[in-house]
């Protein structure tokens, strides 16, 4: 049973902006073992942290994934990403989760697809440490493939990529949970947004089995370049959307 909202917490949250300031002070409360605690906690959250960040977990697709300060929170919309990359993989898959950060997209198809070969990988270091707690498989630290096994080369079955795809003008745009408390590389795309995205499409070829997918979440209205760096790098494009998670996402066959 779920402790009752303290009626000063939920002040203090409301004041600073918290639309659902009832449902954060009981996570805020159950995860405090003292009041001295439970008020540093709140004070993380009314200057803006995000709660996931305060709480040292985020919620996605059924599962509690570690999250520390500084690096990416797991979003919602990502769950057709998930959605997608389960459709595709099967039982003793290779699947490689690339711009990983905390592990999320790899843990959540691990979660529902028995036995897959799962890799993943980040740049972000605090990120890594957060997605070796969360991934069952191998996590590699470096920038895109450059950290990854030869022996992964050609065998990739699905390769799923949350990269970093807003417009470095737009970072300044976006909420100040996202644009002061998470790492800029894991948000700043470039002038465009889909500088990484390039990079990811023009070397999946090296890393795709015959017949492998890579998917990757993309915005709708960058959809249309997504797929063009796709086709660029020799991969039959399609798109998909949920109109309800408000999700786009690429996926790019390289063809038996």
Known sequence: MS?????????????????FAEDEAVLLLAAAASAAQLDGLVARRVAGEPLEQVLGWAEFCGLRLAVEPGVFVPRQRTRLLVREAVALASSGSVVL????????????????????????????????RCARRN??????????????????????????????????????LMPPEARDHEARAALDGGVDGLDVQRRVAAGAPDWLAP????????GRE?????????????????VVEDDDLAATVVVAVREP
């Open 3 to 19: 402790p009752d909202p303290d009626p000063a917490v939920v002040a203090r949250l409301r004041s600073a902006g918290c639309v």
């Open 97 to 128: 989760d690339l711009c990983c950060g905390v592990g999320a997209v790899g843990a959540a198809v691990a979660a529902v697809v028995p036995s897959v070969e799962l890799h993943a990988a980040d740049l972000d270091p605090v990120a890594v």
């Open 135 to 172: 991934v069952s498989g191998a996590v590699y630290a470096g920038d895109l493939y450059d950290p990854l096994p030869e022996s992964l080369r050609g065998r990739v079955d699905v390769l799923v990529a949350n990269a970093p795809y807003v417009p470095t003008e737009a970072i300044a």
């Open 211 to 218: 017949g492998g997918a890579l998917l990757i979440e993309t």
């Open 222 to 238: 960058q959809a249309p370049a997504t797929q063009a760096a796709c086709t660029a790098a020799g991969l039959t494009t399609r």
